[in-house]
């Protein structure tokens, strides 16, 4: 199993994973417990699109498919969901709430914050977040209208002020590549989701994490 990061304060409870798996509805979810126990160490649950009712129950469900194998399930952009789901956390784009808002309302929660670069990550750090999601790194098929990918080198800049997880195009190699220069984690969709075998592709981006 990976290891992970403690926070500090409020959300001592809590760690960051090091391997992200992003869970849509359209994915195979009969395969959450076979990813947690292949040692996805986190989840992290994305339906922009479906209604609150739906959300809900995507994350309850993924919190009830991997949480017995210790992993961490955060909800994209929705505190009030992770709150009533029981998940562990919460990640934040550029258009959700500001940082220091849900960590005043949830202070305990794992808070992630997108950033681009270091004076991004500082800033997500000074309000409170507990990681940065740093990217693209690599040009991701995944979605669409992403800015442009900022390359492996840009981990380095921005490394040491938060634990950064590295997303965008993330396969095994480069995985290992991201960690390598400063990364603390990847996060990962069609790095597994698009393999023709996800457990297989998840145990191979475990162990070039480890």
């Not at 681009?116 to 500082?122: C, H, L, M």
């Amino acid at each position: 199993m990976l290891s992970r990061v403690a926070l500090p304060d409020l959300a001592s409870s809590r760690v960051v994973p090091r391997l992200f798996c992003l869970v849509s509805p359209d994915d195979d979810l009969s395969l959450l417990s076979d990813l947690a126990r292949a040692g996805v160490d986190g989840f992290q649950v994305r339906a922009k699109q479906r209604p609150d009712g739906e959300l809900l129950a995507l994350a309850e469900l993924v919190v009830r498919a991997v949480r017995p194998f210790g992993a961490v399930v955060v909800v994209n952009d929705r505190v009030d969901v992770a709150l009533a789901a029981g998940a562990d956390g919460v990640h934040l784009g550029a258009d959700d709430l500001p940082v220091a808002h849900v960590r005043r309302i949830a202070p305990a929660l794992l808070v992630g914050a997108t950033c681009r670069d270091r004076r991004a990550v500082e800033e997500a750090a000074a309000a409170g977040a507990s990681y940065a999601g740093f990217g693209p790194v690599w040009a991701s098929t995944s979605k669409a209208g992403l800015p442009a990918p900022l390359g492996p080198a840009a981990i380095g800049g921005a490394a040491g002020v938060l634990p950064l997880v590295a997303i965008g195009g993330v396969s095994a190699g480069r995985a290992r590549q991201a960690c390598d220069a400063g990364a603390h984690g990847v996060a990962v969709i069609a790095g597994i989701w698009g393999a023709r075998d996800p457990v297989t592709s998840a145990k191979e981006l475990v162990a070039a994490i480890g």
